[in-house]
C-alpha cells in the first residue's frame, strides 16, 4: 500500500490530467446529450474560457523558455558543432522514413476515394502560392531582417491574381509578400544558436552573459512548472467545449472513419514502431524504456495538445533517465520547434487525402512532391495547438487544390491533434537519447586515446 501510495505521489500530475481529461469528455458528452441546451457560440466561448487562459500564459512564455534554452546550451556546449549535425541527420533520416511511410499508407488504404461518393462540394480554385514560394519563404523566415519583428510576424510570399487571372499561367502572377501574425520560431532558434556559439567561442569574456542565460533558462522553467498546474483544468474545459462545438461526432467518424484510421496508423507506426527500432538499431537500448518514463509530457501532450507546453517534461523526464542535460536543453526546445514528424504525416496523409476526394489525379512524383512540400512547411512551426490544418491549408494553396473539403478535417483536428503532439514528442526524446549516447561514446574513445598516449610516455620514461 506504501508503494502505491508513493506511486500515486511521484504521478500525480499525470494522474490529475488523465483525470482532468476524463472529466472534461464525459461533461462534453452529457452537456451534449442531456442537457436540452443549444450551445451558442458565446456560451461555448464562457465554457472554453479557462482553457484559453491557460494557452495564452503558456504561447507567453513559449519565446523566452525556448530562445534561452538554446542559448545556455550551446553556450555550454564546447562542441555543438557536432551535436548539432547529429540532430539535423536525426530530423532528416526521420522525415524521409515519414515521407515514405505517408505516401505508402494513403496509397494504399486511399481514404479519400472511399468517401468520394458523398456530397462534395464543386472545386474551385484557390491559388495563392507555388510550392517553391514555400521553400524559398522557410529560407526567408530563417534569416528574418529583422529580429524584434520575428518575434510576431512571419514573412509570406503572395501572388496578386491578374484581371484575366483563368487565362494567366500563375507564373506569371504578380508576386508581392506580406507579414502574416505569428511567431517566427524558425528565425528566432536560427539567432539563438548564433548568439550560443558566438558567446561560447569568446571564453571567459561570455561568462556572464552564459551564466545570465542559464539563469533565464531556470527561472522560465520554473514557471513553466507552475503554470503546467493548471493543465488539468485547462484540459477539461477546453475538451468539453470542442465536443459541444460537433453537431454530429457521430457522423463525423462514420464518414472520416478511414481517414482517421490512415492518420492514426501513421502515428502508431512512426511513433511506436519506426522510431523505437531506429533507437534501438543506433544505440541497442530499449527505446521503450525511455518512453514509459515520458508520462507526464504525454500528459500535457493530450491535455493542451501543444509541443512546446511539454519541453520542460520531457526535459525533466529524459534528466531522470540520465541523459545528459546539457544536451537535452539543447536538443528538446529546437525539437519541440523544427521536428515535427506527427504534424508531417498529419499534414502529408490531409492533403492527398482531400486530393483523392476531389478526385484530382496526381502522378507519383507530385505525390512525393506534396509530401516534401508539407514537412518544409512544418519546419520552423510553431507548437501550438490545432497548428496543423493552419499550415494545411497553406500547402493546399500552394499545390492549386481547394481548400474548402478541409473543414472535414477541421472537425476531428482536435481529437487527432494530440496524438500527433505525443508523437513529436517521442521523436525530440528518442533523437535526444541517440545523440547522448554518440557522445558519450565518443568522450569513451577519447578517453581511452588519452589513457593510452599516457601509457606510451610512462613506458618511455621507464
Request: hydrophobic residues 45%; proline residues 4%.
Amino acid at each position: 500500500m506504501n508503494k502505491f501510495l508513493l506511486s500515486i505521489l511521484k504521478h500525480k500530475l499525470i494522474i490529475i490530467t488523465l483525470v482532468g481529461v476524463t472529466i472534461g469528455i464525459s461533461v462534453g458528452v452529457c452537456l451534449k446529450h442531456y442537457s436540452g441546451i443549444s450551445w451558442s457560440q458565446r456560451n461555448l466561448m464562457y465554457i472554453k474560457f479557462p482553457g484559453e487562459i491557460f494557452l495564452r500564459i503558456v504561447n507567453c512564455l513559449i519565446l523566452p523558455l525556448v530562445t534561452s534554452s538554446i542559448i545556455s546550451a550551446t553556450c555550454n556546449l564546447t562542441k555543438s558543432g557536432p551535436i548539432g549535425l547529429m540532430a539535423l541527420y536525426y530530423y532528416l533520416t526521420t522525415t524521409t522514413i515519414g515521407i515514405t511511410l505517408c505516401v505508402i499508407l494513403v496509397e494504399t488504404i486511399r481514404p479519400g476515394d472511399l468517401l468520394r461518393n458523398e456530397d462534395v462540394s464543386p472545386p474551385s480554385s484557390t491559388r495563392m502560392f507555388m510550392t517553391m514560394d514555400t521553400i524559398l519563404d522557410l529560407f526567408r523566415n530563417l534569416l528574418p531582417e529583422n529580429i524584434v519583428q520575428a518575434c510576431f510576424y512571419q514573412y509570406q510570399t503572395a501572388l496578386q491574381m491578374p484581371s484575366n487571372g483563368s487565362a494567366v499561367p500563375i507564373e506569371e502572377w504578380k508576386i508581392t509578400s506580406e507579414y502574416v501574425t505569428g511567431t517566427n520560431v524558425l528565425g528566432l532558434v536560427f539567432y539563438s544558436l548564433l548568439i550560443g556559439v558566438a558567446i561560447g567561442n569568446i571564453g571567459a569574456n561570455g561568462k556572464l552573459l552564459s551564466e545570465f542565460f542559464t539563469c533565464l533558462s531556470e527561472v522560465m522553467m520554473t514557471i513553466m512548472k507552475w503554470i503546467t498546474w493548471l493543465a488539468p483544468i485547462a484540459a477539461a474545459f477546453l475538451i468539453a467545449g470542442r465536443i459541444l462545438e460537433i453537431d454530429d461526432f457521430g457522423n463525423i467518424i462514420s464518414h472520416l472513419g478511414f481517414y482517421i484510421l490512415t492518420v492514426t496508423l501513421g502515428l502508431v507506426l512512426q511513433g511506436f514502431v519506426i522510431l523505437p527500432f531506429l533507437h534501438w538499431t543506433l544505440t541497442r537500448k530499449s527505446p521503450y524504456r525511455i518512453i514509459s518514463k515520458l508520462g507526464p509530457s504525454f500528459a500535457t501532450a493530450i491535455g493542451t495538445s501543444s509541443s512546446t507546453a511539454t519541453v520542460p517534461y520531457t526535459i525533466k523526464c529524459l534528466e531522470t533517465m540520465g541523459i545528459n542535460s546539457k544536451i537535452t536543453k539543447f536538443i528538446i526546445p529546437i525539437g519541440a520547434a523544427i521536428n515535427m514528424d506527427g504534424i508531417a504525416l498529419y499534414e502529408t496523409i490531409g492533403a492527398i487525402f482531400i486530393i483523392q476526394l476531389r478526385g484530382l489525379k496526381f502522378s507519383l512524383f507530385k505525390i512525393i512532391v506534396v509530401s516534401i512540400t508539407c514537412t518544409v512547411s512544418c519546419v520552423g512551426a510553431a507548437g501550438i495547438p490545432s497548428g496543423g490544418y493552419m499550415m494545411l491549408i497553406m500547402v493546399l494553396n500552394s499545390i492549386g487544390v481547394p481548400v474548402e473539403d478541409i473543414t472535414l478535417i477541421i472537425a476531428v483536428d482536435w481529437f487527432v491533434d494530440r496524438f500527433r503532439t505525443t508523437i513529436n514528442v517521442i521523436g525530440d526524446a528518442l533523437g535526444a537519447s541517440i545523440i547522448s549516447h554518440f557522445c558519450k561514446k565518443k568522450k569513451l574513445e577519447e578517453d581511452e586515446m588519452h589513457c593510452k598516449e599516457l601509457f606510451t610516455m610512462g613506458s618511455k620514461d621507464i
